[in-house]
């Protein structure tokens, strides 16, 4: 499918939908609880419908009727159905925090778990040999540290070190451990994106499990704890977000964003923060973001908290005066594409002036760019990040591979239409 997008200027209003990240963590541990839990707002996409039906696969019951509430009747911790075959489609965070909840399974389990030719290049090594430390086997079956991999439990505690190249890995042990039978001690030798982590964190302290966190670097977390059914609703995506954000810093008129709760811990609520250090006018109060078209100037950030808002920014950077850099984000290059490889080479064919460093981008921002026809990768936060630059350009921008908004955000084009955009889903 293709998104073909023409200049536009946007004003208006938006309600921003629920996180994709706590949408997953909630489905994890509504899935282990004893009794029943609601997930009120949750996000519908394709990412976190591949979580429901990988945690049906694994017992829990989940009712997705209503698309306002979900119900989930859970497995009391245990593994229900301990001979599976599971595909978690496009969905990195599914995939690894069940490879920790499958674990969780009688040592005579063989639960396999796979998904897309994206998900089966994503790493999974490091977390495998956690598992293993704590008393669970996992293997890779292509013996190439990714997916498929079979899980063979059981998860019974002990000490691990791990090297979170992705927060995820952490993620998984977190949510795990505190249904091993023992108590586990995590050393953490490396951490990119600890605000995801501490999401983590923040459910199990709604869940009052116990744990010791040492600075992110040494966790303790006593076995044998059981998570309670819960009635939670869901925040707003600051990285659904950061596309109006960017935008709206881009071509509104005035943009107003709603629901959006900047005491809740998702890393990408610092794109305003970004915006504001640009030069952007932009304002926020609790539940409300107001944000107008300005010149914005380049600027150096330390983008490893916020990988998945590194592609929205170049282009935002890209329309800046004067040179951005987007550092210290290695862990970008392993996400659903390299994506800083793919937003170089797609920002490129537009004229853009932009090079590639190990662990991030340099844009040079000023220079003319013209609408062309580019790439999304099947990557669904490049071809967001890209119509936001069409939409900043005379011609039209025609973005390959638009299907790929469905995995975290599929009512993106109309929410961008209801505010001005001139985007057009075409199957030609």
């Known amino acids: 499918m293709k998104l073909k997008v023409r200049k536009s200027t946007l004003s208006g209003s938006v309600v921003i939908p629920g996180s994709k990240s706590h949408t997953i963590r909630a489905v994890v541990i509504g899935s282990l609880v004893e009794g029943t839990s609601r997930i009120r707002n949750p996000l519908l996409s394709s990412d976190t419908l591949s979580a429901v039906e990988c945690y049906r696969s694994l017992g829990a019951q989940i009712d997705t009727s209503n698309e306002n509430v979900w119900l989930i009747r859970g497995t009391a911790g245990r593994i229900l159905n301990e001979k599976c075959s599971i595909d978690v489609g496009n969905s990195g965070t599914t995939l690894r925090l069940a490879i920790g909840s499958a674990a969780l399974a009688s040592d005579s389990a063989r639960i396999s778990l796979t998904g897309d030719q994206q998900i089966r290049e994503r790493p999974i090594a490091a977390l495998l040999q956690s598992l293993a430390d704590l008393g669970a086997a996992g293997v890779s079956v292509n013996h190439n540290g990714c997916a498929p991999v079979e899980i063979r439990g059981t998860l019974r505690g002990g000490k691990t070190s791990i090297e979170c190249f992705t927060s995820q890995f952490l993620s998984s042990l977190l949510l795990a451990c505190p249904l091993a039978e023992k108590s586990s001690e995590i050393e953490v030798t490396l951490l990119n994106e600890p605000d995801y982590v501490q999401m983590t964190l923040d459910w199990l302290d709604r869940q009052k499990i116990r744990y010791e966190n040492h600075e992110f670097k040494h966790i303790i977390i006593p076995g044998s704890q059981r998570y309670k059914p819960f009635d939670s609703p869901i925040a707003a995506d600051f990285s659904s977000a950061a596309f109006f954000l960017c935008g709206a810093a881009l071509l509104a008129e005035e ?28 304002s926020w109060d609790k539940n409300v973001v107001r944000i107008k078209k300005s010149v914005l100037r380049g600027i150096d950030i330390d983008m490893n908290r916020t990988p998945d808002a590194l592609p929205v920014m170049a282009v935002t950077a890209a329309f800046a005066e004067g040179t951005t850099r987007l550092l210290n984000v290695p862990q970008a ?61 005379d011609g039209q921008t025609t973005i390959e591979t638009a299907e790929a908004m469905n995995v975290t955000f599929p009512s993106y084009a109309d929410l961008m239409k209801s505010l001005g955009g001139d985007l057009q889903l075409s199957e030609e």
């Not at 099947?378 to 071809?383: S, Y």
């Open 333 to 393: 290059r392993k996400k659903e594409t390299d994506r800083i490889a793919c937003m170089a080479a797609e920002l490129k064919k537009l004229g853009a002036d932009i090079e590639e460093l190990p662990d991030g981008l340099v844009i040079r921002g000023g220079r003319p760019l013209t609408a062309a026809a580019v790439h999304g990768r099947f990557d669904h936060r490049i071809v967001m990040a890209l119509s936001i630059a069409g939409m900043a350009l």
């Open 255 to 282: 943009v107003a964003l709603t629901g959006l709760d900047f005491s809740d811990s998702q890393p990408d609520k610092a794109v305003a923060d970004y915006l504001k250090a640009m030069g952007a006018d932009i």
